[in-house]
């Protein structure tokens, strides 16, 4: 993701192929989420433009996508 189409600002990430040091994957549980990183900042996101609310996990530097089963689908790093 670039901001102004120039500095990158984050990554998303769909694959479990690919882990964070502390181990959390696409496919990890909210509360396996919870007990390496504590209480998330927020439990949804809003995408822009449509106006449409995710289940979600917010920490400062990483975002959590949640699908209904609360199982990690993808991971936002960046700001």
Sequence with gaps: ??????TLVGVTVSSN???????LAVGSTSQ?????L????ATS??????QIQL???VYDSYTF?????DLVTAIRVGR
């Design 45 to 50: 996101v809003e995408l822009q433009p449509k």
């Design 1 to 6: 993701e670039f901001e102004k189409g120039r």
């Design 38 to 41: 504590g209480r998330p900042n």
């Design 17 to 23: 192929d690919y882990s964070l040091p502390n181990g």
């Design 65 to 69: 996508l949640l699908d209904d089963s």
């Design 55 to 57: 289940d979600a996990l």
């Design 32 to 36: 396996e989420v919870r007990a390496k």
